[in-house]
């Protein structure tokens, strides 16, 4: 029922999903085998256990056990090279609300994706993040 | 030219849809999406859900806060995860943020959180079944919405 596209639209989405709900763990294991790369900013992580650690130093959790994001991902072009290769292009804009800190944009920012087909599923391969934007990031970053 | 349109691509319209009646306060067209499906609180599964197209309409009636017929908002909704559990049932879960502005009331964003949706097709056309909804993030939703949301 799914087309490529389609299938590596939810893999992206389902990251940010799993990162707004707190569950570091799922949604570093979407990058298994994969590198994160933050532009400008000297940080790669490779697999699943350092970008889950990453996703602790970066991202302050609240008593709901949430990090009180929301990340819109828009824009999001897929490229499809054959049925193995694949990458997309998206843009994400950040929202959080938390006590004492009202509901405002932080973050806006560009992804490129890089995604390969293994046993008949997509897999992230790499991502490189460029932050372009930033506001108040006093209530999400774990060092502000 | 015909309509290729793939499923997935029919769903995210059916989100669409409900963004464009919502902000144009045409609610009697939001609540026809869901004359084959029940609306409620995904925080709260126990509280009786709204069914059908009257009720729906008519709680965003009562709900909302019209000027000259139309409430001033932006519904963006993004990140839909569509799955499929068979050729005529989907799921999606998906991201909704709401901008808001007024003559006095400056541009910016007054709540955001989350829908769960249910769908199936029937006689080739895909239609809600289900919408849960839960509000993460909330703002100054005063001049939207008549109740407190949280």
Request: net charge negative.
């Amino acid at each position: 029922m799914l087309s490529a596209t389609d299938e590596i639209a939810n893999l992206i989405y389902r990251y940010d999903e799993y990162v707004d709900r707190g569950r570091f763990a799922d949604a570093a294991a979407l990058f298994e085998d994969a590198t994160v790369t933050y532009e400008g900013r000297d940080i790669t992580t490779t697999g699943a256990a350092e970008l889950e650690a990453f996703l602790h130093r970066s991202d302050r959790v609240y008593p709901d056990g949430t990090p009180r994001t929301l990340r819109l991902r828009t824009n999001v072009i897929v490229d499809v090279a054959d049925d193995r290769k694949a990458s997309a292009f998206s843009f994400f804009t950040m929202f959080q609300e938390a006590p004492d800190f009202p509901l405002q944009v932080i973050i806006a920012g560009a992804t490129r994706d890089r995604f390969v087909r293994v046993d008949g599923g997509w897999r992230f391969e790499s991502r490189s993040v460029e932050i372009r934007l930033t506001g108040d990031l006093s209530a999400h970053s774990v060092k502000a | 030219m015909s309509d290729t349109r793939s499923d997935a691509e029919q769903i995210r319209d059916l989100l669409a849809a409900y963004c464009w009646h919502m902000d144009r306060g045409e609610f009697d067209a939001l609540g026809a999406l869901f004359a084959h499906a029940s609306m409620g609180d995904g925080t709260t599964p126990d509280a009786p859900a709204l069914r059908g197209a009257d009720q729906v309409a008519a709680l965003y009636r009562d709900r909302c806060i019209l000027y000259d017929g139309a409430p001033r908002t932006k519904h963006v909704c993004t990140n839909a995860i569509v799955e499929f559990d068979d050729d005529s049932h989907a799921t999606s879960r998906s991201c909704f943020l709401v901008e808001q502005q007024l003559d006095d009331f400056p541009l910016q964003p007054i709540v955001g959180g989350r829908y769960h949706d249910r769908f199936e097709r029937v006689d080739g056309a895909w239609r809600f079944t289900e919408r849960r909804f839960f509000v993460d993030l909330v703002g100054d939703v005063s001049r939207h919405q008549r109740a407190a949301l949280r």
